[in-house]
């Protein structure tokens, strides 16, 4: 059974940088069939997408947080990361991460169990 | 940018039918947008119901539908339990390798 599961600090600083990891389990990174992707959602608002990798390392990114967002895939230890610069307060949010299948990775089909990352002093 | 958009809040009857949707400010969603539908409850990871506007996700009973209804996706639950009261988000694929949830609709079944 696949399994991912998010790793990072819980408390960063406002305009620091956040850096989280997704270990994947029960499966390989390296599958052609799916994409890996970060998802955020702040306190009781709504699930936002961030960006997606692809063992490769081709990356993919919302337009609103491209300026501000990296991606990146570790296949040897089967981890992809990402990091998030700049922070202010609302990116406060817990941070799923998740594989994408289907045409187009068009769905998230596992999901991490989430983390949440507060941005404060 | 185009928004994607759903129902802020539904409620439906224990063993009524509940239809959720998920549109676009501007313009129409087929199935080449390839909807997704998610449940969440709080403290809770989505779970994926719903993919490529039909079909079902493993273990997903089949009170659960997706279609496509006019310029919209949607999910109808028929035959509504108390344990589908939750939030829903959808997803579209817009293309050019960007994916967007919807606003998420909580739906309660009282």
């Known amino acids: 059974q696949l399994q991912l599961q998010e790793s990072g600090p819980g408390l960063v600083k406002p305009s620091e940088t956040l850096s989280l990891t997704c270990t994947v389990s029960g499966g390989s990174i390296s599958s052609s069939s799916f994409h890996w992707g970060w998802i955020r959602q702040p306190p009781g608002k709504g699930l936002e997408w961030i960006g997606t990798?692809?063992?490769?390392?081709?990356?993919y990114y919302n337009p609103s947080l491209k300026s501000r967002v990296t991606i990146s895939v570790d296949t040897s230890k089967n981890q992809f990361s990402l990091r998030v610069r700049s922070l202010t307060a609302a990116d406060t949010a817990v941070y799923y991460c998740?594989?994408?299948?289907?045409?187009?990775?068009?769905?998230?089909?596992?999901w991490g169990q989430g983390t949440l990352v507060t941005v404060s002093s | 940018q185009t928004v994607v958009t759903q129902e802020p809040s539904l409620s439906v009857s224990p063993g009524g039918t509940v239809t959720l949707t998920c549109g676009l400010s501007?313009?129409?969603?087929?199935?080449?947008?390839?909807p997704s539908w998610y449940q969440q409850t709080p403290g809770q990871a989505p779970r994926t119901l719903m993919y490529s506007t039909h079909t079902r996700s493993s273990g997903v009973p089949d009170r659960f539908s997706g279609s496509i209804l006019g310029n919209k996706a949607a999910l109808t639950i028929t035959g509504a339990q108390a344990d589908d009261e939750s939030d829903y988000y959808c997803?579209?694929?817009?293309?050019?390798?960007?994916?967007?949830f919807g606003g998420g609709t909580k739906l309660t079944v009282l």
């Open positions: 997803v579209l694929y817009m293309g050019s390798d960007i994916w967007v």
């Open positions: 501007s313009g129409s969603v087929s199935t080449n947008y390839y």
């Open positions: 998740a594989r994408q299948s289907g045409s187009y990775w068009s769905y998230f089909d596992y």
């Open positions: 990798i692809y063992y490769s390392g081709s990356t």
